[in-house]
């Protein structure tokens, strides 16, 4: 069953951000930290729409 999904609301997303740890600071040399809230948009993209990692579309 494919959906469409635009991504959480503000007020949805205060209920998600309440669960997640405070977002971490970079330390040192690497990749930097992605936002949460980034992760989890696109976690529901895929489990709503029913798409393949690898179909992600770039934001």
Aim: with cysteine; hydrophobic share 40%; charged share 25%.
């Amino acid at each position: 069953m494919a959906g469409r999904f635009e991504g959480l609301s503000d007020l949805e997303w205060k209920l998600f951000a309440d669960l997640l740890p405070y977002p971490l600071e970079k330390r040192g040399r690497g990749m930097p930290h992605v936002p949460f809230r980034k992760v989890l948009n696109t976690q529901l993209y895929i489990l709503i729409t029913g798409c393949r990692w690898c179909d992600i579309p770039n934001s």
